[in-house]
């Protein structure tokens, strides 16, 4: 049962939506009491599940003891304990964490980040980001800019500004039948190489991509070497690398920072979605101490901001994210889990003859759909695979992120999945088999 949202400005106008009354661990309850199993964490987000008693803990005695402090006047105590948290488990030399209020946030500073921090070195010519295809960065003008899918930015074009997008690593669907795991990621970053070039290395500020590409492509990791070869390129030509883990990040590849399985270390990581873990809206964006001292020793002053930067009860409930995922050792617990997954998916779905490829990492998973599994032929897009699966896996209680455009931002249907972490053996077979029977509904 929904209710008639007289004011409320929905996602969509496809009906009233059910009104979500409670939490409990890995299900949402609705109104009517219907219990759906959370198998997306929202969007990759809810990593705790919906009723951790010591997040909501951390908010309540926080909003009773400081509820908000502008960021022009003073720090927070929880800012500086969860700053001190990220850069004592980040690799390399990520040094200084500047807080937001989401993902689409944090990739705008640091774009922003990015270019001021050129400006102060006296190299005013760089100007250029350059993405990939199928990437996908938020939804604020700069980060839509940024990002390189066709369904979220055609209706925008006009408004946004000119970033190259060159070649995703896609081996699933990409990769040639006579080349080599290795051979295709060497092949497609020495696109950023040439497109470098072609620009002019002294007009390129940064190169920005997700390590494991999230809701555009469905949980797709980079082969062994590509980043490894990103890196090499950006260093060789003096390019910023920044790395959007706002969806990956936090644990959810089984990693707390996803590019530690890549093993380089970006100029600029943003993360969002599980740093929060739902319970309170936050991003942060997390640089380097060479880009940190260009600013501080300049002009001193990053020319950037918003009234909720570093919200003390925002900060506080992540704190408290990250701490129980420490203390419960629930990074590691993603990595076995989402192996578990994979397993189960593989042995249900595996032989599917409408699925293509079951991939991902850790608790962030994806099943792509194919009309042909030898030819790899994606379904017609009038046929709306992806929301007809979405809905016959809401009628059986699951929640799943399935997408369109997974190809190329009009062709391709793929199934996104990102459960909590705190899931048990038996939730691995509530989505395996609801989502199987999700696929063939939608499909017959």
Do not use: W
């Amino acid at each position: 049962k929904g209710i008639k949202m007289s004011h409320v400005f929905p996602r969509n106008n496809l009906g009233p939506a059910p009104v979500a009354v409670a939490g409990d661990g890995c299900y949402l309850i609705d109104s009517d009491g219907r219990r759906f199993f959370d198998g997306s964490g929202g969007a990759a987000i809810s990593s705790l599940g919906h009723s951790n008693a010591k997040v909501a803990s951390a908010v309540k005695d926080q909003v009773a003891r400081l509820a908000f402090a502008h960021t022009s006047f003073f720090t927070s105590e929880p800012s500086e304990e969860l700053a001190e948290l990220l850069v004592k488990n980040a690799p390399g030399d990520l040094d200084r964490v500047y807080f937001v209020s989401g993902g689409s946030e944090a990739i705008e500073a640091a774009m922003k980040l990015a270019r001021q921090y050129y400006v102060e070195l006296g190299q005013l010519k760089r100007s250029n980001f350059i993405a990939r295809r199928q990437s996908y960065h938020g939804n604020t003008l700069g980060a839509l800019a940024a990002g390189g899918n066709r369904l979220r930015r055609e209706q925008f074009f006009p408004l946004l500004f000119d970033v190259t997008h060159i070649a995703p690593c896609y081996e699933y669907a990409e990769r040639s039948d006579d080349e080599s795991l290795y051979d295709y990621g060497q092949r497609v970053a020495q696109e950023l190489e040439d497109e470098i070039v072609r620009l002019g290395p002294d007009t390129v500020i940064a190169f920005i991509a997700e390590p494991v590409v999230g809701s555009t492509m469905g949980a797709v990791p980079a082969v062994e070497g590509y980043f490894k070869r990103i890196r090499e390129i950006c260093d060789t030509y003096g390019v910023l690398l920044i790395l959007d883990e706002v969806m990956c990040g936090m644990g959810r590849t089984g990693h707390l920072f996803a590019c530690e399985e890549d093993k380089i270390v970006p100029d600029i990581v943003c993360m969002a979605k599980g740093l929060g873990a739902g319970y309170q809206p936050i991003g942060a964006m997390i640089c380097s101490s060479g880009i940190y001292k260009v600013i501080e020793t300049g002009s001193g002053f990053f020319q950037h901001g918003h009234s909720y930067l570093g919200h003390p009860v925002a900060v506080a409930a992540a704190l408290a994210v990250v701490q129980e995922l420490f203390s419960k050792d629930l990074i590691d617990r993603s990595k076995l889990m989402g192996e578990k997954l994979q397993k189960a998916l593989l042995e249900k779905l595996g032989q599917h003859p409408h699925v293509g490829d079951i991939r991902g990492r850790g608790l962030f998973r994806g099943i792509e759909l194919v009309y042909d599994r030898n030819e790899k032929t994606p379904f017609a897009p009038e046929l709306m695979i992806a929301s007809k699966i979405k809905a016959a896996a809401f009628d059986a209680g699951l929640l799943c992120y399935p997408m369109s455009g997974t190809r190329d931002g009009k062709k391709g249907d793929h199934i996104l999945l990102a459960p909590p972490f705190i899931l048990l053996d038996k939730h691995i077979d509530e989505i395996v088999s609801k989502l199987s029977a999700a696929i063939d509904v939608a499909i017959s």
